[in-house]
């Protein structure tokens, strides 16, 4: 397993307000990875970083290592057209506030097209036919009525399943998963992960999770980072993290999970 994608001593942050002072790891291909840190500490920040689709106002520094099989190309180097082409087909995202990230004004099939045509080459029929394929593989069954709704016409996990299925359309080698499933009832966000983590085996993409949420890590994922302050300060295995923490924040951390 190579890495697919290393992120080297990203700083970044507005000029009164340092946000991420020195982050560093590695995601392997294949592999779910998942970063940890309570909110505001930097983490949709970190997760947009990665294509440079901060504020305006940002400053950054840092590498943002992308790994093709013949090469590397540090993402923050690039710009314009070059990283367009990385976001819609290398690198997808899912945020947390799906129904927002959708189009009011369009269908939810016309949207899952549009990334197919694009960034696909699809032409219009089988753009059409690919799509309610897409919405069947993330499990609706009648994925015709879905392809035809508005987004106000669907629920939040409904939502969250539009936007794993437009985020597959292009086929991504790492999905970034902004806190997916935060804004759902607890019994769909576990439908909705074990949506992605199906997906994610069955196609073989590595998955950059990140989430406030301890207790959602546990099953999800082998490898964890904990962020605190603008930097990682805790790094390894899920389970050797969750049997043996090595520092007071996790151990912290830890402690509210289990409250619950
Ligand atoms: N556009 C912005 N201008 C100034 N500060 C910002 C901006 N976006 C985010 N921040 C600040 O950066 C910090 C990290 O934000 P964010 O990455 O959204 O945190 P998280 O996703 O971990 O909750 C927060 O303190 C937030 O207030
Ligand atoms: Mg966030």
Do not use: W
Not at 82 to 87: A, H, M, N
Not at 93 to 100: H, P, R, T, V
Not at 145 to 161: K, M, N, T
Request: hydrophobic content about 40%; glycine content about 6%.
């Amino acid at each position: 397993m190579g890495v697919i994608l290393e992120v080297k001593d990203l700083k970044l942050g507005f000029s009164k307000k340092p946000v991420l002072e020195g982050v560093s790891f590695n995601i392997n291909e294949g592999e779910v990875f998942s970063l940890v840190g309570e909110s505001g500490e930097g983490k949709t920040l970190l997760c947009l970083s990665l294509t440079k689709l901060l504020p305006k106002d940002t400053y950054y520094s840092g590498e943002v290592n992308f790994y093709l099989p013949d090469k590397k190309i540090n993402l923050l180097n690039l710009s314009g057209e070059e990283l367009r082409k990385f976001r819609g087909t290398k690198i997808s995202y899912i945020f947390q506030e799906s129904l927002a990230s959708l189009n009011p004004f369009l269908r939810i099939g016309y949207q899952i097209e549009e990334v197919l045509i694009y960034h696909k080459k699809f032409s219009k029929k089988p753009a059409y036919l690919k799509s309610l394929e897409l919405l069947k593989s993330v499990g609706f069954k009648n994925s015709q009525r879905v392809y035809l709704s508005f987004p106000h016409q669907i629920s939040g996990g409904e939502a969250q399943r539009v936007m794993i299925a437009m985020a597959l359309a292009s086929e991504p080698h790492l999905l970034i998963c902004d806190e997916p499933t935060s804004n759902l009832d607890l019994t769909v966000q576990l439908q909705i992960l074990k949506l992605l983590k199906a997906k994610q085996q069955e196609l073989g993409f590595s998955i950059l999770f990140v989430t406030h949420d301890l207790s959602l890590v546990e099953k999800f994922s082998k490898k964890l980072a904990i962020l605190h302050q603008g930097r990682i300060v805790e790094e390894g295995e899920t389970e050797n993290i969750f049997r043996n923490p090595q520092t007071g924040y996790t151990r912290q951390l830890l402690n509210s999970v289990f409250k619950l």
